[in-house]
């Protein structure tokens, strides 16, 4: 069975020598200091790798079964449910107002990143009532904050989002479900939704469904979009659960993965719902939801990129086969470990490299978050919403990427289901869709991002990245191995910018055509920086006489990898990038 | 359920406009006039469509069941397998001799590809009993082949390989399968061998296992190493079937993907075996099996891509979802078709352009095969030795991309069971990974086949590219577009080539860390010249005043996309190259 280590140590660095938290001036990072989140990451390591680490597997077999109206999840998943809110795990970064701990969204997301490593499946319960939960608390009324916070942020009651309809995804403005008022201030919501991650399941004693509908008479398009909260069994006033709402699960999905939660076809007819914020404002409310879900989506990415990694690594350790061609490293045995060849070697280097430099990105992303929410700083709430799409559609992409590429290493063992690493694989495979394809994000990046508030936000990226460049180039070691790199890659940035500038006034497909190109050069140019600042900080420790030189002389090598073999990769997204719409639109639809 | 269409049209044009084959001085050669090529394509495209595509979902969910040491195959296997033999599908391209219908291995790699496009697994029961008659005509005695071919050629009787040991895979020195002379000129196997696919089921009377094992007294390693016929029941001296051999299926593998074939497990307990080919030169003879399934296998990561690609496009062109930037395109209707979004457009064309390349690169590749052995031409014989490794490496591993991009398109019934895509991905996997993983073929190209018969095989292939470059670049627009990215593509092959030559002296890792960016290298300028050869006959038939300009143009614009915005990735293959070994071998095992 594969193992999940957490990346405890890795944290603690970015953390404390990489992004310097407590010297940090946001309201609650003093709180942070070394002691106190190493032992929060080693708790919640211990609960990923002993409590959800075994039950990945056991999702994945079992999956979600429907019966009578009753979603029955994967045996096990109901006790570790109860250790998870046990422990307060679920209300890490909530307010303590609703019982939460109120510790920053980038203890969150360190957190949460163990979790989903070591059970993808089981952690998105929780992560979807966070979702829900966050929405009420920016766009609900104290009455309803009241009457579900508390509940939802000890996960008593557990959150779902409902967008996707059959012939509605991406495009929302098409969506039937109907709101129709009362009078007395519900709604009662008709329509079907699918695609509705934990819609239904026992773990929890109630489900609280955020529903985007129309009411009736409502402007058409995505315009006249509203939010209900529809509870899947009522609240009375006194906080307990009244009757049963007229909401209920049709069908669980068969999926090529994450089988361990339940993915549900959500059938409304005429449920109680009430308005989370402002009619037919639905949309900004959602995306409240939204973004956190894209960041904690990308955090998937990363995340089974690492759980895949570190199991390729054992078994490119552990498996004998074939001779080092530069001379024997095993001579005792029959053959020497996978580990000594060149190209098993490339692949963990890109595994490693990305794992790391990826959560460098992350966590950077989430104290942005806390930057912008708890310091109400402006211009961090525009740079990780230029962010945002970025750390979605890279992360995930190439999350996916690094689990073939661990996959691989195994031979023939990979494929089987046996060893585990075929699920990593296809659990991964859905983070590159939901919360907006890909595709969607290299839309929002370019066609939205980019240009938001006048440019304003990337312009503040390039003087972050030049600002770093030039703090640092008379370090000539850092100058060459990873400044040098960083100022190539970030020119290339820089000159895809500019191109769709120019050219995307003339005619907007010229930038569209290569805004998926674009999303991953970002995403490069930012490990690029990730790297550059790790190795900063490493250098730092060395210099400074560490007692653990092997640890940050690795993240120095894992660095040099980075900005050699991959940041290239800049050059030719680039060269794509200025190929324009021409050879993406020449055709036809109908001579394809 | 997904459709699958056998582009016939496409095959069409390759095999007569491009390849031009009834002009090529290859015995047979002159037989395959367009008229003759057309029936038979139209008729293999039909049973891959209305006999195989519906059973390919089946073989999906049903999968095959062990009990009682029996294998029963999907619901439909069986009938089909019928239909194909007595279509004599199995023998096209086996001698006459032995019932086959004696035609050009490029003929039988079209209908290959038809095949495995429609059905993956059910193929691979012909595919691999193809290799092993192939194997027995090879090496063999006339008595040997007398017994089995006949019965292989009809596919009355299966066929498998059995190399891998759950302690042996690519290094196959290690096996321990043991063979015991028994004076009678047979021996007595046993051993256990994983990973043999169709090597038990329910649609064919006996079923012929070669394997390898090491005769008592065999030298160590890799040359001690013989091949043996393994027959499931022996064969009386009249040809009749006798007694069961000891030989069984143990177990039968859960895999990602190709349910509809049996995985097996299987156990040789002194079954009875007879020597193929010579004593401890099993490898010899097994590698033409290899060979042969290093090309299948390649043609399995193109045909996954095609049927991705066709489900894809009808699924861009149906579903509505957003309105075109640059202007509503379909007024009538509450959506524009995907199909309008450029990134949908650089997705398809990505598929588009790769499925048409690679086909273009198999069937001359198949070509060459014909030359070599029914020209005998020993040039032919270096050039797809060489570009084997290619071929399997670089379009299994593209396939499969293409394949997750195909799945993409659908967003989230991309990720569902229930349209399809995720099979064709789960499928398309495995080709990474058998008869030799990637990273095998791109140790076997640079580390054996780039120096082999001193690099002259290399050198013929760029003296091909340099000598079409030349022979056509007084036609301008053919030059622009086509011949000068190639020309820049392939002078970073060479360029790559020459770094080997250089650096791989001082350190044989130095190639071999840059093997796996050189076989995609490779594969992108194999692709970029099949691109200029196909826009060369496509321009030729506009000249010519076609009645089917469509075609025609459509094949320029699809070659320009590739040239344009897919041939540039060689520039960062190069540069990962010519970082040589040390980035990629700088940590001790022990610090990853």
Redesign the interface.
Known sequence: MPRYTAPTKDMQFLLHEVLNVTGQDVPGYDEIEPDFTAAVLEEAGKIASEVLTPLNVVGDTEGCVLENGVVRTPTGFKDAFEQMKEGGWPGLDMPEQYGGQNMPVVIGTAVGEMFSGANQAFTMYQGLTHGAASAILAHGTDQQKDTYLPNMVSCDWTGTMNL?EP?????LG?MRTKAEPQGDGSYKITGQK??ISAGEHDMAENIVHLVLAKITGAPEGIKGVSLFIVPKFLVNEDGSLGARNGVACGKI?????IHGNS?CVMNYDEATGYLLGEEHKGMRAMFTMMNEARLGVGMQGLAQAEVAFQNA?DYA?DR???RD??GVKNPDG??D?L???????????EQ?SFAEGGRAFLLWGATLIDRAHRGKDADADGLISLLTPVIKGFLTDKG?DMT?QA??VY????????WGM?QF??DA??A???EG???VQ??DLV?RKLAQDGGKHVLAFFDLVKGFIKENEGDEALKADFLDPLKAASKDLQAAGMYFMAEGMK???NA??G??DFMHLFGHVCLGLMWAQMAKAAQAALDGGTSDP?FY??KL??G??YM??QL??T??HL??IQ?G?E?????D?A??
């Not at 012939?167 to 495009?171: L, N, Q």
């Not at 999905?253 to 993965?257: A, C, F, L």
Request: net charge positive.
């Open positions: 996707t012939h509605a995804g991406t495009d098409m699918i695609f999905e068969e999926k090529m993965g993915t690594l350790k004998l086969q074939g061609v530069t029959p053959a470990p580990i000594v060849h060149p190209d098993i070697r490339r692949s963990l280097m490693k996916y073939v996959q691989q031979g023939g063992h990979g494929y089987i289901e046996e075929s694989t296809r495979r859905i590159m869709i939901y394809a890909n595709g290299a839309l066609g005619n907007p497909n569209l055509s805004s998926y092997d002389e690795t090598a894992t040099r990898f050699k073999r290239p990769m050059a030719t060269a794509r190929t719409a050879p993406v639109m020449a055709l639809a001579n394809f």
